[in-house]
Each structure stands twice: as C-alpha cells, then as structure tokens.
C-alpha cells in the first residue's frame, strides 16, 4: 500500500510547527481521517499519472501503483 501523499505532506508540516515526530503525526492523521479519506488523486499525490485502465490521475507518484485498482504502470 502507498502512503497517502495529503496526508504525510500536512503530517510533515505539523511535526515541523509542532515538533512532533513526522511519522507518528502520519499515523495520528489516518485515524483521524478514517471515517473522512482523502481522495484517490489526493492520496497519489502531486505529480500522479493518469491510470491506463481507469483513466484517472491516481498513479502514485513514488510506487507507480494505482491507489484504486493497483495497475501497476511503470516509468
């Protein structure tokens, strides 16, 4: 599974205000977000891809999976 990419950029800039430990900060916003997700082109992040199969821009931009069909398009 990828990281949601929303998610682990407001993580970083909470821990840097806040001094709080990026990765557990990650962690404390997935729970708090479960009920509410981020969508499929927030989780891929900025510099996502558009999907072959599904056609949307939910290619991860670091793992190349789709974080709703887990096509794999490599580079």
Known sequence: ???????????YIISTKCY??????YITLL???F???CTAEEQA????TECS?????????????CVICGNFNPK
Do not use: F
């Not at 709080?20 to 900060?25: A, E, L, V």
């Not at 992040?45 to 996502?48: I, K």
């Not at 199969?53 to 999976?65: F, G, S």
């Open 20 to 25: 709080y430990n990026h990765s557990d900060t």
């Open 53 to 65: 199969y599904c056609k949307k821009l939910t290619i991860h931009q670091h793992t190349n999976i």
């Open 35 to 37: 009920e509410n997700p």
């Open 45 to 48: 992040g900025q510099y996502a």
């Open 1 to 11: 599974m990828s990281t949601c990419e929303k998610c682990w950029s407001d993580a």
């Open 31 to 33: 729970l708090e977000r």
